[in-house]
């Protein structure tokens, strides 16, 4: 990685590629979105969440909104998981006041025989185009994460339908049917690797692979059906483009019992939630990857002082040294106060700043 180690360009870069850095780089899941109320404003414009993301103009604006406000350290795109399974035909829908919910979900053997991968270019167009202006936005002022959620994740939600509380149809498929929950992930695998390597190609200077639901399975599931897919859409990436690293981070929400096995997948930095201390999930990944994390997000609902130091005890928390980026133990919630938010960035970099190195 080229450049000071006080840009603002690549702080974020440098941080998870184990570099050193003037301050710890902090950026929040679902720091685009509906806290905020500029956001709130655009997607009353848009009329509704699917049309907000496939409005590259609009699905650009959002992504940039919380830059614009806060000093974060990074960008990352406004999009949405399911777009891929949507992007696969099964017709995604988002219910008010009951989240997303698909058309046409899996059901059987014939139904996984009819997916296909989709082509980015194609299918996903509105994606690369948002990617492309973002990055023409932004200047290089901060760098720009693009996503996609793992292939488990994905198929949980193809498969239930909807999200879940008990996950009993995939389960179900799981312990009927492993070869036919193979092949529906195998797909999924290419689906994945394909979208992160066009959002690469349009522009993402880092990528992150979101496995939510990873946690709700027994720990040798986790490693075949979770960790293992995860791993060959890591070595399917793009990981360099012109001329520098394209970091990949991967983060399994209550997948602390598993951070040593998500390490040896080579990928570049693991986010850790709130469930997990810093200082023994560095100790357990042996500074094979960088770490992302981990305040509990309820945390943003302190009084100020209290936010204050349950900041900074993250921080002491994963200690001195390379490889840390501040973030949430998992996204901001919509009712939280903007101002907040602000504290919280405030706060890890002031208490985070080293001497610059002596000569």
């Known amino acids: 990685m080229t450049g000071p180690l006080s840009d603002r360009s690549n702080r974020l870069l440098r941080a998870l590629m184990r570099e050193p850095v003037d301050m710890t780089p902090v950026w929040l899941m679902r720091q685009a979105g509906r806290y905020l109320p500029e956001y709130r404003a655009l997607r009353a414009q848009a009329g509704s969440f699917m049309a907000l993301c496939q409005s590259p103009e609009l699905a650009c604006e959002?992504?940039?909104?919380?830059?614009?406000?806060?000093p974060l350290d990074a960008a990352i795109l406004f999009s949405d998981i399911l777009t891929v399974p949507d992007a696969m035909g099964l017709g995604l829908q988002f219910v008010e006041g009951e989240g997303p919910r698909f058309e046409r979900p899996i059901r059987d053997a014939h139904d996984v025989a009819r997916l296909t991968v989709p082509d980015p270019h194609q299918d996903l167009v509105y994606v690369l185009d948002t990617v492309g202006r973002v990055r023409r936005e932004l200047k290089g002022a901060c760098p720009l994460i693009g996503f996609s959620g793992s292939p488990w994740t994905l198929a949980t939600y193809m498969v239930e339908g909807q999200g879940s509380s008990n996950f009993r149809r995939i389960k179900t498929l799981l312990f009927a049917d492993p070869a036919l929950l193979g092949r529906l992930l195998a797909v999924l695998v290419q689906a994945v690797i394909a979208y992160l390597n066009a959002?690469?190609?349009?522009?993402?200077?880092?990528?992150?692979?979101f496995d939510t639901w990873g946690g709700s399975l027994a720990a040798d599931?986790?490693?075949?059906?979770?960790?293992?897919p995860m791993s060959a859409v890591v070595a399917g990436l793009t990981r360099r483009r012109d001329g520098q690293a394209v970091p990949v981070i991967v983060f399994t929400k209550g997948g602390g019992a598993w951070l040593p096995a998500l390490a040896d997948i080579a990928c570049d930095a693991l986010g850790v939630d709130w469930t997990c201390s810093l200082q023994k999930a560095r100790a357990e990944v042996g500074g094979r990857v960088a770490l992302q994390g981990n305040?509990?997000?309820?945390?943003?609902?302190?009084?100020?002082?209290?936010?204050?130091?349950?900041?900074?005890?993250?921080?002491?928390?994963?200690?001195?040294?390379v490889g840390h980026v501040f973030n949430l133990g998992h996204g901001v919630l919509p009712d939280v106060d903007p101002e907040r938010v602000a504290l919280c960035v405030e706060t890890v970099h002031a208490a985070s700043v080293r001497p610059p190195p002596s000569n």
């Open 62 to 70: 959002v992504t940039l909104q919380p830059v614009r406000r806060f």
């Open 199 to 209: 959002q690469i190609e349009a522009g993402a200077q880092a990528v992150m692979i």
């Open 221 to 228: 599931h986790f490693l075949r059906y979770s960790r293992d």
């Open 295 to 321: 305040l509990d997000p309820m945390a943003l609902y302190a009084p100020p002082d209290r936010l204050r130091e349950e900041v900074k005890a993250v921080l002491r928390d994963f200690g001195p040294g």
